[in-house]
């Protein structure tokens, strides 16, 4: 049915190049992608919200522009001007129209390239690391939901259950057949990232009464175990930990950050997420002495 693709696949699993090349292109342009879900999951979120809320007041909201991933299409904040295809290229068309808007010249945050390049370089990563195999499909899915989750974090405080959840189940059935753990391993992984985050989520806020971090963790650090088992769960959480420390002082005494305002830990804990993902094995023997 798909012998055409044949010829395709056959270079994929004969050209290591090819294949990061094609792995590379493809980073680019999830993460043109991720740069629409990032800015609109948290509006649709709250839109859906607000819905929920007049609802239950038996009240009617005024009418307003319904937004979702793919509607109404991508403007210029400033001007609305209507991001045409060839202005939403990855990358180029950054470069090409010097990071403005083409409508107003209204500077272009330097963030969307950012994001691209970002996303297409583990991208490449995850090709040289993995080669061609089923694997590798996974290890981009795991990855391209990192960063989605890492800059919703970073803007909102809010890690989504639209992407939290479906990561932890795709990590358990991954590890059915052909994962990076057992699947046994794997359910003990989900099961202690929920409960550890959730323990130190308890005591933090009977010791001192506030709330030292979001459910939102929880489920993300559960994902982190259903794909790489409880093994890895030790150095995910202290390397979290240790570079959200790390981060978190220079920031007060450097910018003179406030030490009442929240740190979102997601960003950390994706970290210490990609860092599983491609040193999974080393972490693990290092303290297990397997």
């Known amino acids: 049915m798909f012998t055409f693709l044949e010829p395709v696949a056959q270079l994929l699993s004969t050209s290591p190049i090819f294949l990061q090349v094609c792995c590379v292109v493809l980073g680019l342009l999830v993460g043109s992608f991720l740069n629409v879900v990032i800015h609109r999951l948290p509006m649709m979120m709250q839109q859906a919200w607000q819905i929920e809320c007049a609802a239950m007041r038996e009240e009617t909201l005024p009418e307003q522009p319904k937004y979702t991933l793919v509607t109404p299409r991508s403007a210029c904040p400033h001007c609305k001007h209507a991001i045409s295809a060839l202005e939403n290229i990855p990358l180029l068309s950054y470069l090409v129209l010097r990071g403005r808007c083409r409508g107003c010249q209204a500077p272009i945050s330097i963030r969307y390239p950012l994001i691209e390049a970002l996303t297409g370089a583990l991208a490449y990563g995850v090709a040289v690391h993995f080669g061609y195999a089923t694997m590798t499909i996974f290890a981009l899915l795991f990855m391209f939901a990192l960063v989605a989750l890492t800059f919703i974090d970073l803007d909102t405080q809010l890690l989504p259950d639209s992407i939290t959840l479906p990561l932890l189940w795709l990590g358990l059935w991954f590890n ?73 002082i220079a920031l007060i005494v450097l910018k003179g950050r406030d030490k009442q305002v929240p740190m979102p830990f997601g960003p950390f804990l994706a970290l210490g997420g990609i860092a599983a993902l491609f040193y999974g094995p080393t972490l693990a023997a290092y303290y297990l002495g397997t």
Do not use: R
């Not at 971090?213 to 769960?233: E, H, P, S």
């Open 176 to 248: 059915l057949t052909h994962g990076f753990t057992d699947l046994h391993s794997a359910v003990i992984g989900a099961i202690a990232g929920y409960l550890s985050l959730w323990m130190i989520y308890w005591a933090f806020k009977l010791l001192t009464g506030k709330e030292g971090m979001g459910y939102g963790d929880f489920k993300l650090l559960a994902a982190i175990g259903a794909w790489f088992g409880w093994q890895l769960l030790p150095a995910v959480i202290l390397l979290s930990s240790v570079v959200g420390s790390v981060i978190g």
